[in-house]
């Protein structure tokens, strides 16, 4: 999603069919840790605070972009403030903070509440936002609410200061709460004549897993959804389906004593029910699924077609990938066992090694690393450092030159100061990809280290399965040949 932080949006705690049909609501905090962070140009003589970070206070502001964006809210004409105003409601939440001395890293909460598509109108889906959130937290909070037209599921969000204007107390985000929010949306909902969740399942799914199934790209649920289509596309009986699988890396699990059949993979921690992949994926469904395939096809192999997936493509080929060392050479290697490279390359995600498997939604992020390396010639640790070394250095100093060009602001005028304003929206843009940079380089060193022990684990698995191949084609020659003498005589 665009200029979402990560950390702020989660899908909601019903099923994902019920998104778009029923009202649903929900609520998660934001801290001051952020992977994609908006970059904002504030005055630090005014909102300098010691006891919060850039990183902090970033957080605030970049779920309050979001959350007023006006792509998506007519020009921002569906927002409001609930004890603060909407234009200086970053500030006065921070006033709040400093006057009752918090130092929590939970710097607010982002709250979602969704409505059916075509239900309800934009004027009554902010009225009831702001309905609930004078209820929830009007007596001692600052809320922002904002409703988002832009998709056709009309949905409010709510960011919530994470400290109590009134007494200095914090918002607590747990069970008790989370009902009372529901219970409080569902009632308001209920007096508009609108739809809402009667047996809601009260479980969140992570924000990293929702929003990569909702761009498409390849998570561990819909790749072993992928699995299971392609098995189920090639078994006849539960025992072919069960076969299959295993030839992936998947351990099935048909107990007659447990409700669920389950699905594990080679490094999961625990296995998964079948039924929670979706609708087709029940004990009933797959056996259906199983017997629609028919007798006539029997040895004729197919595979249904397989859902599209998000894949990030770098350009260039690999011709040049074994001349490369370092970290280069490391990057680029493991881009091509996780199918990114060669360009046009079509890969089966069912059939990866599971660690290449757990590493897929982490492409976007291996992606831009590996694009860092290329870019600057990086192949060593030392070279790494020293790129990082130069970025923060530049960071630095136009970080000084903002804070002078804020006091410059103040007091110019016409064009003086319009000029002075250009200069700073290129200082942000400059620092904002400085600062992409950096934590590209951080995550390099992180990730460097274990990318070589991967490939050293898939390198050993994979001589074993030929070796494994190679043994059972000799078996065969062997199994073929015969001591008997010609029986037709050498005719």
Request: hydrophobic share 30%; aromatic share 8%.
């Amino acid at each position: 999603m665009e200029g979402f932080p990560s950390g702020c949006e989660q899908v909601l705690s019903a099923p994902k069919k019920a998104e778009g049909l029923m009202a649903v609501c929900e609520i998660w905090d934001v801290r001051g840790r952020l992977d994609h962070p908006i970059d904002y140009a504030e005055n630090p003589e005014k909102t300098a605070n010691p006891k919060y970070s850039d990183a902090d206070l970033q957080a605030m502001v970049d779920v309050m972009e979001y959350a007023t964006n006006k792509d998506k809210t007519e020009q921002r004409f569906f927002v409001t403030g609930v004890n603060c105003d909407p234009a200086t409601a970053r500030d006065e939440m921070m006033i709040a903070k400093a006057q009752w001395n918090d130092t929590s890293e939970i710097v607010c909460y982002h709250g979602f509440q969704s409505f059916r598509a075509g239900e309800v109108t934009p004027e009554v889906a902010h009225e009831v936002g702001v309905k609930l959130a004078e209820k929830m937290w009007g007596g001692r909070f600052q809320v922002i609410v904002a409703t988002h037209l832009n998709t056709e599921c009309l949905h409010n969000h709510f960011v919530v200061n994470s400290v109590s204007f009134a007494d200095g107390k914090h918002y607590h985000d747990n069970k008790e709460n989370l009902r009372l929010l529901r219970q409080r949306s569902d009632e308001l909902c209920r007096e508009y004549s609108l739809s809402v969740i009667e047996h809601p399942s009260g479980k969140k799914k992570p924000y990293a897993l929702y929003q990569a199934e909702k761009e498409g790209r390849p998570t561990r649920d819909n790749v072993v959804r992928l699995a299971i289509d392609e098995a189920i596309s090639k078994s006849f009986t539960l025992k072919d389906f069960d076969r299959q699988m295993a030839e992936m890396g998947y351990r099935m699990s048909f107990d007659p004593n447990r409700k669920y059949w389950t699905v594990i993979g080679k490094g999961w921690k625990r296995p998964k029910r079948l039924y929670k992949l979706g609708e087709d994926y029940t004990n009933e469904r797959i056996l259906e699924r199983i017997k629609e395939n028919s007798y006539a096809v029997k040895f004729s192999r197919f595979a249904e077609p397989q859902k599209q997936v998000t894949v990030y493509r770098l350009k260039g080929s690999l011709k040049d990938a074994k001349k490369i060392g370092g970290l280069r050479g490391l990057y680029l290697h493991y881009c091509y066992k996780l199918g990114i490279l060669p360009k046009n390359r079509k890969q089966n995600y069912a059939r990866l090694h599971y660690l290449l498997k757990d590493d897929l939604m982490k492409m976007e992020a291996i992606t831009n690393e590996t694009r860092l390396l290329c870019r600057n010639h990086i192949d060593t640790a030392g070279q790494l450092l020293s790129y990082k070394g130069s970025l923060e250095s530049e960071i630095k100093e136009l970080t000084e030159q903002r804070k002078g060009l804020y006091s410059q602001s103040r007091k110019a005028g016409g064009k003086e100061k319009e000029a002075v304003k250009a200069r700073l929206a290129e200082i942000t843009e400059r620092m904002k990809f400085l600062r992409k940079e950096v934590r590209l380089c951080e995550g390099i060193e992180a990730r460097s280290d274990t990318l070589k022990e991967n490939l050293k684990v898939i390198r050993a698995d994979e001589n074993k399965e030929k070796g494994k191949e190679l043994m059972k084609h000799e078996h065969r020659r062997r199994s073929g040949r015969t001591s008997r003498e010609d029986e037709l005589g050498g005719i």
